[in-house]
């Protein structure tokens, strides 16, 4: 297995779920894997998970709404890696609760963990991209961005402009001729640490079942194999383009 063999990916929110899902495929498929979380002993736990034979992996610790953070990670792997040919922006996490019961502060919280983060890794991240000639990244948004839910207005504020922001990035790229492809993944319900507390309620998890057409919660795996797909040259021809992974909820 080697649709990534020779490349370089940084993963956000890397230490757990999704993220630490899929540095697992990355490195399986032949990727050095840059895994960043602000979670150091999270990271200190995930790398030697992955397989490390010819591959070099790192772990560093940041704050993806921090630009400065930002600025040294890519310098980081400049130097240490000399390439980047795969950013996947997944670091994210929400807040259920009303409108009403949501602060300014809480909704700016949700907005620059799940939206600044994408904003400042696209900017700082494309020079790299471009110079590889075959640069991919890949946004994690959410069924949030495609549909509303109630009491997620600050998230699916978020992931709806993960959304479009992917498309503008990937209609910028395409004009500048720089070969790097960006598009969204929008999972569902999926099974992971930050979703946990949420989903042990059998009032919350038996609604968000009987909107789940598959009749059962997705898993980080499956999540991963949709990201490996658009990371892949195996979608070479896909820009700007949205991948759900929701067990039919969006097609009701």
Excluded at 216 to 225: D, P, S, V, W
Aim: charged share 15%.
């Amino acid at each position: 297995m080697s649709r990534l063999a020779g490349k370089v990916a940084l993963i956000t929110g890397a230490a757990s779920g999704i993220g630490l899902a899929t540095a697992l495929r990355f490195a399986q498929e032949g990727a050095s894997v840059v895994l960043a979380d602000r979670n150091e002993q999270g990271l200190a736990e995930a790398v030697p998970q992955l397989p490390a034979a010819g591959l070099t992996h790192l772990a560093l610790v940041m704050d993806v709404t921090r630009e400065a953070d930002w600025a040294r990670v890519i310098q980081t792997i400049e130097q240490r890696l000399g390439r980047l040919d795969v950013l996947v922006n997944n670091a994210g996490f929400g807040r259920f609760q009303s409108i009403a019961d949501t602060s300014l502060a809480e909704w700016r919280a949700v907005l620059a963990v799940n939206l600044d983060s994408v904003f400042l890794g696209t900017r700082h991240a494309l020079p790299l991209l471009a110079h590889s000639g075959r640069g991919a990244i890949v946004n994690m948004s959410s069924i949030r961005g495609l549909v509303a839910g109630p009491n997620t207005g600050a998230y699916c504020a978020a992931k709806a402009g993960v959304h479009l922001f992917t498309k503008v990035t990937a209609l910028e790229c395409a004009a500048a001729g720089n070969g790097v492809r960006a598009n969204s993944v929008h999972p569902g319900h999926v099974q992971t640490p930050l979703t946990a507390a949420a989903y042990a309620k059998p009032e919350l998890a038996a609604q968000f079942l009987a909107h789940t057409p598959i009749g059962r919660f997705g898993q980080a795996a499956e999540i991963a194999e949709a990201v490996l797909f658009l990371a892949s040259d195996a979608s070479s021809y896909m820009t700007g383009a949205e991948l759900v992974v929701d067990g039919g909820v969006t097609a009701q």
